[in-house]
Nanobody
Framework: QAQLLESGGGSVQAGESLRLSCAVPGSVFAVNLMGWYRQAPGKQREMVAQVTHGGTANYGDSVKGRFTISRDNDKNTVYLQMDNLRLEDTGVYYC???????????????WGQGTQVTVSS
């Protein structure tokens, strides 16, 4: 499974913002869906946001109106702008992408190593 390159996590106070980035390393033929999941302690992993190659975005209910996902197809990079962060946004955020490594190759799911986001009061 390919490893994506994440950056941007950290610790902030409630109401503040963070921006996460995630890049597909190396040369690939195409990248289809890209997005973010998160996992809080003791909870199941949940979808945060995802975006298609054409830019259609979908969000989890808990982040709608506060988070914005975007991507740069030339750089095979996805971003997650997180505004008005809440205590319940705390968790490990994982990016993922559906990658076509070469012409004719089947799609493969790639994941980042996870980045910690901690929101405190």
């Amino acid at each position: 499974q390919a490893q994506l390159l994440e950056s941007g996590g950290g610790s902030v106070q409630a109401g503040e913002s963070l921006r996460l980035s995630c890049a597909v390393p190396g040369s690939v033929f195409a990248v289809n869906l890209m997005g973010w999941y998160r996992q809080a302690p003791g909870k199941q992993r949940e979808m945060v946001a995802q975006v298609t190659h054409g830019g259609t975005a979908n969000y989890g209910d808990s982040v709608k109106g506060r988070f914005t996902i975007s991507r740069d197809n030339d750089k095979n990079t996805v971003y997650l702008q997180m505004d008005n962060l809440r205590l319940e946004d705390t968790g490990v955020y994982y990016c993922y992408a559906t990658v076509f490594g070469a012409v004719g190759a089947p799609p493969a799911d790639a994941w980042g190593q996870g980045t910690q986001v901690t929101v405190s009061s």
